[in-house]
């Protein structure tokens, strides 16, 4: 590859990071200046601005404490791999969603401790990483998600919205 082509491939992927970068923020409801003041100035306004246009690189140590900082596992700040093996970004994005759904309030997961909530947690972060859905307040589940938080929950299909219910965690309550 000649040394213009690298560096239109790294240019290409810098704003493509970017993206990624930007997607995630304004699904946690951020701005530029939000970020810059709940990171205590890590992560200012000027230069995030900039890792989101592609035009500054970020290092690897600066993504995971920006992935920390955000919330979510480091690799959805980085853009699918679009290699032949990779086609479909997205996860079941475009499932419909079930009649029989229910909304979790992921917020008050948070304050539940013990092995049930620890399982139940990471179940859920599995789903919002299947989806890229990282808002971190509601994440919706679908009739196929209730059949296994029914068995994290030891009750059966039927009765498990109850119990989430009970461990208040359904949202809107």
Request: aromatic share 2%.
């Given at each position: 590859m000649s040394?213009?082509?690298?560096g239109e491939v790294t240019t290409t992927y810098s704003r493509k990071v970017g993206e990624r970068l930007r997607a995630i923020r304004r699904q946690k409801?951020?701005?530029?200046?939000?970020?810059?003041?709940?990171s205590e100035l890590e992560f200012k306004a000027s230069v995030l601005g900039a890792y989101e246009r592609g035009e500054r690189a970020i290092s690897v140590p600066?993504?995971?404490?920006?992935a920390r900082f955000y919330n979510v596992p480091?690799?959805?700040?980085?853009?699918?791999?679009?290699?032949?093996a990779f086609g479909e970004a997205g996860g079941m994005g475009g499932l419909p969603i079930?009649?029989?759904s229910f909304t979790i309030d992921l917020r008050r997961l948070e304050d539940l401790s013990g092995p049930e909530a620890d399982m139940l947690n990471r179940y859920l972060t599995m789903i919002?990483?299947?989806?890229?859905?990282?808002?971190?307040?509601v994440l919706t589940?679908?009739?196929?998600d209730l059949r296994a938080i029914a068995c994290i929950l030891g009750v059966?299909?039927?009765?498990?919205?109850?119990?989430?219910?009970d461990l208040g965690l359904g949202h809107g309550q």
């Open positions: 040394e213009t082509m690298t409801r951020l701005s530029l200046q939000d970020v810059e003041a709940a600066r993504l995971q404490r920006l480091v690799d959805q700040l980085l853009p699918a791999d679009e290699g032949p079930d009649e029989r919002q990483v299947q989806r890229q859905d990282f808002n971190g307040r589940i679908r009739k196929d059966g299909v039927d009765s498990a919205t109850d119990r989430l219910d």
